[in-house]
């Protein structure tokens, strides 16, 4: 599905240029969040790592912090906890390469190329064909369907990262420069399998993937993890990766194929995947499969009047743990603001709901693991509700992406999707601040972070951050942080807690959550999606659940 348009007129503007009551003090300790922060992402949590030494402290905390804000258990049991059965994959080492007429083109892991397999045992790829598939995306109700007549089996395909809209500069169907679910690497992943491909490469651009290589470089030797249904472990897609963009750009060029005329082909729905010439790829390494669980924590703030119906905050408690393949100085990825922050947020969200009033919903707050796994902890929620979905009226996620100071602004991620925007828009503005778009719609935050897992079962969603036109600084200091975090430390181990943080920002974004979440706690409204999304056809066929 195409992002719909989020429109900034007339609708928007008039409730921005509203007259607002003076802001009631911020109900959200930037000192609390802070303190919190501190203790998350300090060594003594060894990096809050799923299924890792570092989880049982963590998740005893938030249980602790929960207890103590006043919050009643709500997972099974009277338990604070709801577990998540999953799969965790390692991967022993590789050896992979090219040849190009007969010549060899050497690919070194995790500088060149990374590579994952869901083949439990070993994944041997011998002098595999090589396919440039343009962007992967198959919309054939946009006229995209470029591996139509294309045989593909026993091959590997590299794809370029993102959807066609994003460098043609204009919209062709896939809602312009936001990034289309269609576009998604899994979403390619998956429709070259289904033509018979045994791999997929994506060629990394700084840019359309949103984040650096040193971040792709980072993450290869991760295990990977997946939701465990029960049974035996059966093996999946074998090898998909990333390529380096320069050497993705050789390995045409030595087939006779210029990368840039390739893509700018890509960009039209007269595209089909192309051979590259005779050049083929081969690989060799084994995956190991284990049975592990993993824990979401879960706090309910009683409702008093309509308590069987929710509103749900959730924010991810994991980060990346303790890596031996990291530098032996550090090799904790302590993940202070990914997502210390968040998750500190949503304690002193779930603090600030216990001590008011009893609302008429029911709030719960759940800590989901597993984020960085591929939002296992959330989809394992939307699976498995502690409280019915249809009688759940909206879900705020708690996932800052910067640790920035206090800022005239909120970012929206996902714009143009639910009439809860304008509500957003409407309580922002009675703390002084505006609603602005997200600056970087290309890189599809609003489906790489949990509310997605309860959007796609129907649920609304609303997902924003504290933003970046910052009171001292203004929009080039925000934007400077932004960039400076992105290349360095988004997910490495220097997302290290900062002593000269003041959390003004997340103490921002946590209050207008708790303001509107209050709103929508004491109200008879049930909130839904905009007309002609998938999701808004999903709301409504439970719409005889909810009252």
């Known amino acids: 599905m195409a992002p719909l348009r989020f429109r900034t007129g007339v609708a928007l503007a008039s409730i921005l240029l509203a007259g607002a009551a003076p802001p009631s003090p911020a109900p959200i300790s930037a000192a609390r969040i802070k303190e919190h922060v501190r203790i998350l992402a300090s060594d003594a949590f060894l990096g809050r790592g799923p299924t890792q030494p570092g989880e049982a402290k963590t998740i005893d905390y938030l249980a602790r912090q929960f207890e103590a804000a006043g919050l009643r258990p709500a997972g099974p049991n009277g338990s604070w906890f709801q577990d998540v059965p999953l799969i965790r994959y390692d991967r022993g080492p590789v050896r992979i390469g090219a040849s190009v007429g007969g010549r060899p083109l050497p690919l070194r892991i995790g500088q060149d190329v990374t590579a994952a397999s ?23 109700e946009l006229g995209f369907n470029g591996y139509e007549g294309v045989d593909l089996k026993g091959k590997v395909v590299l794809v370029l990262a993102g959807d066609p809209d994003f460098e043609a500069g204009r919209d062709l169907g896939f809602g312009g420069r936001a990034l289309a679910f269609a576009g998604r690497t899994g979403e390619k992943i998956a429709a070259a399998q289904a033509r018979g491909a045994i791999a997929v490469l994506t060629i990394h651009e700084t840019a359309a993937a949103s984040y ?44 006779g194929l210029d990368y840039g005329r390739l893509k700018r082909q890509a960009q039209s729905p007269a595209f089909r995947a192309v051979a590259v010439g005779d050049a083929t790829l081969s690989a ?113 996620n708690l996932d800052p992406h910067v640790a920035l100071g206090a800022a005239r602004n909120l970012e929206l991620i996902g714009v143009g999707r639910t009439p809860l925007e304008q509500d957003l828009a409407r309580v922002a503005r009675t703390r002084g601040l505006r609603v602005d778009p997200e600056d970087n719609s290309e890189a599809g935050w609003y489906y790489r972070s949990d509310h997605f897992a309860l959007a796609q079962k129907g649920v609304p969603t609303v997902y924003f951050r504290a933003g970046r036109d910052l009171v001292r600084g203004g929009k080039r200091a925000g934007s400077a942080a932004v960039e400076r975090y992105n290349a360095r430390c988004y997910h490495q181990t220097c ?52 009252k």
């Not at 439990?120 to 995306?137: C, E, K, L, N």
């Not at 290869?220 to 999946?236: E, H, I, K, Q, T």
């Not at 500190?344 to 969200?349: D, S």
């Open 284 to 396: 060799d390494f084994t995956t190991s499969a284990s049975k592990v669980v993993s824990r979401n924590v879960v706090g309910l703030v009683p409702g008093r009047g309509q308590a069987s119906e929710t509103i749900l905050y959730g924010a991810h408690w994991d980060a990346y743990g303790v890596n031996s393949f990291d530098p032996p100085q550090d090799r904790i990825r302590n993940g202070a603001v990914d997502n210390a922050t968040g998750t500190a947020t949503l304690i002193e969200v779930a603090r600030a709901f216990a001590q008011a009033p009893s609302p008429q919903r029911s709030i719960l707050f759940a800590a989901w693991t597993a984020e960085e796994k591929g939002l296992l902890g959330a989809s394992w929620y939307a699976e498995h509700p502690l409280r019915p979905l249809e009688t759940t009226a909206a879900v705020f």
């Open 118 to 140: 869901r083949i439990v045992g070993r994944t041997s790829i011998v002098d595999a064909p090589i396919v440039f598939g343009g962007y992967g995306v198959t919309a054939p």
């Open 212 to 255: 650096p290589w040193q971040q792709v470089q980072g993450g290869d030797p991760v295990p990977g993890y997946a939701l465990d249904p029960g049974g035996p472990v059966r093996s999946g897609f074998g090898l998909r990766g990333w390529m380096r963009r320069e050497v993705a750009v050789e390995l045409l060029r030595r087939a």
């Open 495 to 546: 997302d290290e807690f900062d002593e000269r943080w003041d959390m003004a920002g997340p103490a921002q974004e946590g209050s207008v959550a708790f303001d509107l979440g209050l709103e929508l706690a004491n109200s008879r409204r049930w909130p839904g999606w905009n007309a002609g999304s998938d999701y808004a056809r999903l709301r409504e066929a439970s719409t005889r659940q909810r």
